[in-house]
């Protein structure tokens, strides 16, 4: 008996070994799409959030490679997305051709946005209502996932920013309840997208929003406005906090 037990031991240790051997690791290339915030301008060190999500990520288990391209652009609204005549999504699919050339990665697009549509005045299309928001963002994700097949979208919900937030752009309090209007626009979204194509879009990071009011003095960098200093770019700090959280948010989905 002794020997036939461990001999089953020896067995069921060699197999687990077998079985670790052979587990793949994931390969990503990720097309990081967004705003100033995903561009990184309030940052001081050049590191915007997608490096600090990347970083992240290459320190993850089961994930042995990670290819990016920050596509993110100052300013930008879904409007300015839009396929066909929006000015940035051949941004996108020049990122993406590049990276999904790597065929044994994963191609995933993260995107942020809504800050700059949610103004009442200022950025293109500006005030985008949440119908709009809703249906611009799934035009552009259902052409990224028709042109890449294989292809994941992954969806952050954007940061909070203050409610006396005016530079050339006219945000205020109205604009943050646009904002917060968004988010649950998302969830739908994504719960929309996991029936009609399950496993290709998934929900982001949705605990900056929260996090990033509640500690605004300490992940912000403070501007001077129209209507006195506000809060909208994060700092070196929370573009560190930011990075890590979308970060967090990719490794937890299917890939």
Same mark, same amino acid.
């Given at each position: ?16 070994? =077998? ?24 940052? @001081? ?20 490679? =990670? ?5 993110? &652009?100052?300013?930008?609204? @879904? ?27 994963? %191609? ?69 309840? &646009? ?26 990071? @949705? ?21 006195? @200093?506000?809060? %909208? ?23």
């Amino acid at each position: 008996m002794k020997l036939r037990f461990s001999t089953l031991i020896f067995l069921l240790i060699t197999a687990l070994q =077998v079985v670790a051997q052979n587990k793949k690791e994931t390969k990503l290339a990720i097309v990081f799409v967004g705003n100033s915030i995903t561009q990184g301008k309030g940052g @001081t060190n050049g590191f915007p959030p997608p490096t600090h999500a990347v970083n992240y990520l290459k320190e993850e288990k089961g994930i042995q490679n =990670v290819s990016f391209v920050n596509v993110g &652009r100052s300013g930008s609204t @879904t409007v300015d997305w839009l396929p066909g005549h929006g000015k940035y999504f051949p941004l996108a699919t020049k990122a993406a051709d590049s990276l999904f050339r790597q065929k044994d990665h994963q %191609l995933l697009f993260s995107m942020k946005l809504g800050t700059n549509d949610s103004a009442m005045e200022g950025p293109n299309g500006a005030p985008v209502s949440k119908e709009d928001y809703r249906k611009n963002l799934q035009t552009i994700i259902s052409e990224l996932l028709g042109k890449y097949p294989g292809s994941k979208v992954i969806i952050h919900h954007p940061i909070w920013y203050s409610t006396n937030t005016y530079n050339r752009s006219k945000y205020l309090a109205e604009g943050l309840a &646009r904002l917060e209007s968004y988010v649950p626009e998302i969830d739908g979204l994504v719960k929309e997208y996991k029936t009609a194509q399950p496993g290709r879009v998934f929900k982001g990071d @949705t605990k900056s929003f929260k996090y990033f009011r509640k500690h605004a003095k300490e992940l912000f960098k403070p501007e001077e406005g129209q209507a006195g @200093t506000f809060f %909208l770019h994060p700092n070196e700090e929370g573009v560190a906090v930011l990075g890590k959280n979308w970060g967090k948010a990719i490794s937890k989905i299917d890939l």
